[in-house]
C-alpha cells in the first residue's frame, strides 16, 4: 500500500484576531445611528459648547484679541438689584410649569379616550383633529388668539353685547393670554406622547382589577395612572422645555407686561449686542430647568412605586 501524500499543514487560523477584526468593523446599527448623532452634534452639542463658551468671556473672543476669562455675566445675573432677571427668570418657569398642567389636565383624558376608542374611523377622526393645528405656523395661530383676547376681540365683544361684563377684559398682555395661547399650541405634542404609552397599557389588566371589586375610579389610580407614568413624564418635560422656550408667543401675547428668559435673550443678542451676557442667561435657564426635570422625575417616579406597592 502506498503511502498517500502528505499535504502541508496549514497554520490555524487566529481566531482571536478575526473577532478583534469583526469587532472593530463598524454595525449596520452604527451606520444607521451616525447621521443622527451628527445632526445632533453639530445643531444641538456644539451650539450650546459655543454659547456656554462665550459666557465666560468678557468680549467675543473671535473679533476681540483682548477678550479674557471671566465670571462678570453671571455676577451681573446674580447681583440683579432691579431684579428684572430674576423676575423673568421666574416668569418664564411660571408659565412653563402652568401651561404644561393645563396641558396634562386636558391631554390626558383625551389621550385615554383616544387609546381606548374601538372604533377606528372615530380613531382616525379625533387624530386628525388633534394634528390638524399643527399643520398651522405657531406666528398664525398666535395671531388668530390675538383676533379673539383682544380688547376689540371676538370674546370682549360678546361679553359685553351679552351684557356680562362693560368693559373689556383683560385676557391679552398679561400671562393669562400668553399661557392660553401656549396650551393651544403644544397640547398636541401632549396627547401624542401619552396616546402611545396608554395605548400599549393591556386593558386585561384594568377589566381584571374591575372583576375584583374595584371601582373604575380606583382600577384608574391603581392601574392606569401609574402605568401610563413614563408617558406623563415625557409629555410634561415636553411641553416644559417648549413653553420654557417659547419667543414669539409671549412677546406677541404679553406684551411689554410679560418678559420671560428667552425674550431677554434676544435682546442682548439683537439690541445690546452681548452675546456673552446672553450665554450666561441661556446656561441659567438650562441649568434650572434640568434641576426642575430631575425633582419632578423623581417625584412621578416615587409616586409610581407607592402606586404599584399598594
Known amino acids: 500500500m502506498r503511502d498517500l501524500p502528505r499535504r502541508p499543514l496549514r497554520a490555524a487560523p487566529?481566531?482571536?484576531?478575526?473577532?478583534?477584526?469583526?469587532?472593530?468593523r463598524p454595525t449596520p446599527v452604527a451606520w444607521l445611528i451616525a447621521p443622527a448623532a451628527l445632526l445632533f452634534?453639530?445643531?444641538?452639542?456644539?451650539?450650546?459648547?459655543?454659547?456656554?463658551?462665550?459666557?465666560?468671556?468678557s468680549h467675543n473672543p473671535v473679533s476681540n484679541p483682548n477678550a479674557v476669562l471671566t465670571f462678570r455675566h453671571y455676577q451681573r445675573f446674580i447681583d440683579d438689584s432691579a431684579g428684572i432677571f430674576h423676575e423673568a427668570l421666574l416668569s418664564t418657569l411660571r408659565?412653563?410649569?402652568?401651561?404644561?398642567?393645563?396641558?396634562?389636565?386636558?391631554?390626558?383624558p383625551l389621550a385615554h379616550w383616544m387609546a381606548r376608542m374601538q372604533s377606528r374611523l372615530g380613531h382616525a377622526l379625533l387624530l386628525m383633529a388633534v394634528i390638524a393645528p399643527m399643520l398651522t405656523g405657531?406666528?398664525?395661530?398666535?395671531?388668530?388668539?390675538?383676533?379673539?383676547?383682544?380688547?376689540?376681540?371676538?370674546?370682549?365683544?360678546?361679553l359685553i353685547s351679552w351684557g356680562f361684563t362693560e368693559k373689556p377684559l383683560p385676557?391679552?398682555?398679561?400671562?393669562?393670554?400668553?399661557?392660553?395661547?401656549?396650551?393651544?399650541?403644544?397640547?398636541?405634542?401632549?396627547?401624542?406622547?401619552?396616546?402611545?404609552?396608554i395605548g400599549r397599557i393591556d386593558e386585561r389588566l384594568e377589566q381584571a382589577a374591575r372583576s375584583l371589586g374595584a371601582s373604575r375610579a380606583r382600577t384608574f389610580l391603581e392601574v392606569t395612572l401609574p402605568l401610563s407614568v413614563p408617558g406623563i413624564l415625557a409629555?410634561?418635560?415636553?411641553?416644559?422645555?417648549?413653553?420654557?422656550?417659547?419667543?414669539?408667543?409671549?412677546?406677541?401675547?404679553?406684551?411689554?407686561?410679560v418678559l420671560t428668559l428667552p425674550m431677554l435673550i434676544a435682546q442682548q443678542v439683537g439690541t445690546s449686542f452681548n452675546p456673552g451676557f446672553a450665554g450666561a442667561l441661556g446656561v441659567i435657564l438650562l441649568t434650572v430647568s434640568l434641576a426642575i426635570v430631575v425633582a419632578y422625575n423623581r417625584i412621578?417616579?416615587?409616586l409610581s412605586g407607592q402606586g404599584n406597592l399598594a
Open 235 to 257: 409629555g410634561s418635560l415636553l411641553v416644559f422645555a417648549l413653553s420654557i422656550s417659547a419667543y414669539v408667543t409671549p412677546s406677541l401675547m404679553g406684551g411689554t407686561s
Open 41 to 57: 452634534v453639530l445643531f444641538f452639542v456644539l451650539p450650546f459648547a459655543v454659547m456656554a463658551t462665550m459666557s465666560f468671556f
Open 95 to 108: 408659565i412653563g410649569l402652568i401651561t404644561t398642567a393645563i396641558a396634562l389636565a386636558i391631554g390626558y
Open 300 to 302: 412621578l417616579a416615587r
Open 138 to 158: 405657531i406666528v398664525v395661530r398666535t395671531f388668530a388668539w390675538m383676533t379673539l383676547l383682544q380688547d376689540k376681540g371676538v370674546v370682549n365683544t360678546l
Open 14 to 24: 487566529d481566531l482571536r484576531h478575526h473577532r478583534k477584526v469583526i469587532a472593530s
Open 171 to 197: 385676557l391679552m398682555y398679561n400671562e393669562f393670554g400668553t399661557v392660553v395661547a401656549l396650551v393651544h399650541i403644544y397640547v398636541p405634542f401632549m396627547v401624542l406622547t401619552l396616546t402611545g404609552v
